[in-house]
């Protein structure tokens, strides 16, 4: 049975994200109002889904500094995003750090359970309002393209990025060198690239655009917050 972890400040909101889910058959519930309530009970069950809303007390996209400090400690956990913001430079820059799906809280409960139901499946998902616009539709074609990995694939493409060697990786991920060389190769094809170092090239241009796009947009919003006082 799938176990989860609902982070959300609102009390009403963490009561029927977990109502939802038990009448889907899922026990194991635990809840969060605050990121770092979330990080002690994910040390302590290790959920096989997180669903996380961004707006927190902690600050207004909290859940990206959540998402940033998670996907370092956890390659492998799907995570689902629950919240209100339909900024495209918010749902690109959560799909960068590494969440697996994307849905408004002005979604359906059949929603909802839809793309709970995908995270359990490792798929992606984003939210029906969203992908019916033009540009979410770009967004959801390049998020798909680094979805297709599995998580050993990310694990490798990550610590190749890092300019590990082979040899390096696999004794890191208890695997040999030549079943690290055999992925490379399938990571090459599947993201379309010839050679190591544009693989490399890809996986950095991947993992550091997250940051630069999560820091512009706090940075936006900042502004935005002085300049209405």
């Known amino acids: 049975m799938t176990s989860v972890l609902l982070i959300d400040d ?3 909101v963490l009561q029927g994200c977990k109502s939802l889910l038990e009448t889907i058959g899922v026990c194991g519930i635990d ?3 605050s990121t770092s309530e979330a990080f002690r009970l994910y040390r302590k069950s290790k959920p096989e889904v997180i669903i996380v809303d961004l707006a927190m007390r ?3 996209l909290s859940g990206l500094s959540f998402l940033r400090w998670f996907r370092r400690v956890d390659e492998s956990t799907s995570i689902l995003v629950l919240t209100m913001h339909r900024d495209p430079l918010i749902v690109s820059s959560v799909f960068e750090l590494g969440a697996n799906g994307y849905v408004l809280k002005s979604a359906g409960p059949d929603e ?8 359990c499946e490792g798929g992606f998902y984003l939210s029906r309002e969203l992908a019916s616009d033009p540009v979410f539709r770009r967004l959801e074609v390049k998020s798909t393209k680094f979805d297709g990995l599995t998580s050993r694939e990310v694990q490798i493409l990550t610590l190749l990025a890092a300019g590990k060697p082979h040899k390096r990786i696999g004794e890191k991920l208890n695997i040999s060198g030549s079943t690290v060389a055999k992925a490379s190769t ?3 094809v599947k993201l379309g690239v010839r050679t190591r170092s544009e ?3 890809v996986a950095l241009e991947h993992l550091s655009a997250a940051e630069s796009r999560a820091s512009a947009s706090i940075m ?5 917050g002085r300049a209405s006082l």
């Open 10 to 12: 609102h009390p009403i």
């Open 199 to 201: 693989l490399i090239r």
């Open 31 to 33: 809840e969060a109002q």
């Open 186 to 188: 399938q990571l090459k």
């Open 112 to 119: 909802f359970v839809q793309a709970f139901q995908k995270m």
């Open 58 to 60: 902690a600050g207004p």
């Open 220 to 224: 936006r919003r900042r502004r935005r």
